[in-house]
């Protein structure tokens, strides 16, 4: 069940419905509307007396099973993630660039000195790395994220790296704006609930053989745990042709965008595997409707420790960052010019 308060229902209103939910042993969580009023949902239903509350605008018995992270019930408020001084979600795709892994400290700070002159909004670089093969490099753990916020304080970007374990949350949540969940985590519940609770802005990446409706459920998740700061991130899911390394499914990003009001970015680097597509791939996703790209930089890609082969240059991210702000400049003037013609439109009798 989903319960709609309005903006100017009386604070206990929202109150009384948690507190009935509890009471008769339902779990309940509520998030803002994105107009001032509340959405509340509930695991189970409540009698018509519990809901006669002054300011209750709508009760839904009916609604997707991810009901917080549904669209259904705010489709004129897309959420939109702030970190620092950077929106995302907020119309201007944001750009986050930087290493695969964290490899040294003057490495770091070189390549975030660099995406940051290319245009990236937000620092990305993985502390702790998943990898493959457990004799490849993992990264520098805890040094590696003394590395990341050094490097934030050196630029002024936000910070984003990966967190693979529940018990590494609250020291990755100490040195990060973002913690990313990673895709072969997406369905790691207990990780899901522990970096719900820190508070953070949480990147989730979709796993490489999930549904969409199973990633939004992993998003469920968090935003149960009292965190609404959620980005999506498709990154690509396991196809049948071995020549690429996964498929980039860039369908997945307007049809999550229809189903969810959190924002959506693209992952082209790990989406396509290889360096040469990166940049046609990115276009791609910001054309899908994406609110922002990640992207692996190093300023020799051959030379990287981990996924060189789908690692692009600092130019060529400032390449794609003036191609996309062209672009996405393109996409809202002719949404404008669309949205004008058909108010302008007089409508057309039926069967005429």
Partial sequence: MIVSVSADAPDTTARKVLAAAVAAGLE???????????????????????????????????????????REHRPHAPTVVRVGDVRIGGGR?????????????????????????????????????????????????????????????ATGMPVVTEVMEPDQVELVAHYADILQIGARNMANFPLLRRVGATGRAILLKRGFSATVEEWLMSAEYILASGNARVILCERGIRGFDPALRFTLDLTAV???????????????????????????????????????????????????????????????????????????????????????????????????
Avoid: W
């Fill in 254 to 352: 307007p049809f999550a965008k229809e189903l969810t009001h959190l924002p959506v970015i693209v992952d082209p680097s790990h989406g396509t595997g290889k360096r040469s597509l990166v940049g046609r791939m990115a276009m791609a996703g910001l054309a899908a409707g994406a609110d922002g790209l990640m992207i692996e930089v190093h300023p020799d890609p051959e030379r990287a420790r981990c996924d060189a082969a789908q690692t692009i240059t600092p130019d060529e991210l400032a390449q794609i960052n003036r191609s996309g702000r062209a672009l996405h400049a393109a996409l809202v003037e002719t949404g404008d010019a669309a949205a004008e013609l058909s108010a302008d439109r007089e409508p057309v009798p039926v069967g005429v």
């Fill in 93 to 153: 795709p944001v750009m986050m660039a930087g290493p695969c892994v964290v490899e040294g400290r003057s490495s770091l700070l070189e390549i975030a000195t660099a995406v940051k002159v290319a245009g990236a909004d937000i620092l990305r670089g993985g502390a702790f790395k998943p990898r493959t093969s457990p004799y490849a490099f993992q990264g520098l753990g805890e040094e590696g994220l003394r590395y990341l916020a050094e490097a934030r304080d």
């Fill in 28 to 70: 309940a969580r509520g998030m803002d509307d994105g107009h001032g009023g509340t959405i509340i949902g509930i695991d189970g239903s409540l009698p018509d007396d519990d809901l006669a509350l002054p300011g209750v605008r709508a009760v839904h018995p009916h609604h997707k099973p991810y009901m917080l992270a549904s």
